[in-house]
């Protein structure tokens, strides 16, 4: 699967400001924010194990569903009316579509790439290769890495995921990410980088970009 990178459109850093309003957020997280961090996805659903699309790739944000992962037939019976986000997988990680979440979730400073024509965020962070080889090599010389987990990123973004976002708005709360969110320009070249995992917070790490408001909404 080819992927590659890009950097989101100032338009989608101003509309996610104010995205989380009225879904239940405590110090600027949206209470849902969590549960779909922590939900175990692509699992076959219990309440339609012999139906061909029952794998459990869906999310409500409008309730607590028990469980909260679930399928498709399930948002058919159960959250027809409710604000539902498609979960998809890149290289065995859970990914979410940028367009889906842009308006209910600030996005600002998570490194995008393009998988399949649409861009994309992945939910939590993912190992790095360690040692020799391409991948370590590659994200040994990549001048920006991920703040919390330090992944080699592509682009002089923050974070390498939406779960290392929210580790970083509770560890330093809003005032942090409203002056240091970074938003890369991304020129379109091939795949992702990979490599060896550093330590979080590397020295001497090149930023650009205008700084946004909100680690991810109020």
């Given at each position: ?26 110090g ?59 979960i ?9 579509r ?6 209910v ?63 970083d ?37 090149r ?12």
């Open positions: 699967m080819m992927m590659r990178r890009v950097a989101p459109p100032e338009a989608a850093d101003e509309r996610a400001t104010g995205a989380a309003a009225g879904s239940g957020s405590a600027g997280v949206p209470g849902w924010l969590e549960a779909l961090l922590g939900t175990r996805f692509f699992l076959a659903c219990a309440a339609h194990p012999g139906s061909p699309r029952n794998e459990t790739n869906m999310f409500c944000i409008d309730c607590r569903a028990t469980p909260a992962a679930f399928c498709y037939y399930c948002r058919s019976h159960r959250h027809a009316s409710h604000r539902v986000i498609q998809r997988r890149s290289s065995y990680h859970d990914v979410v940028v367009t889906e979440v842009e308006d979730l600030d996005i600002a400073g998570v490194q995008t790439y393009v998988i399949n024509s649409a861009r994309v965020l992945f939910l939590n962070e993912r190992p790095q290769p360690r040692g020799a080889g391409a991948a370590a090599g590659k994200a040994a010389a990549s001048p920006y890495n991920c703040e919390i987990c330090g992944r080699a990123l592509l682009d002089p973004f923050r974070f390498c995921s939406l779960g290392c976002k929210l580790v708005t509770k560890m330093h709360g809003h005032e942090a990410a409203t002056g240091n969110a970074v938003g890369g320009v991304g020129d379109g070249g091939e795949a992702e980088a990979g490599g060896s995992k550093h330590g979080a917070r590397p020295q001497g790490r930023r650009k970009g205008t700084p946004h408001r909100a680690p991810f909404g109020s």
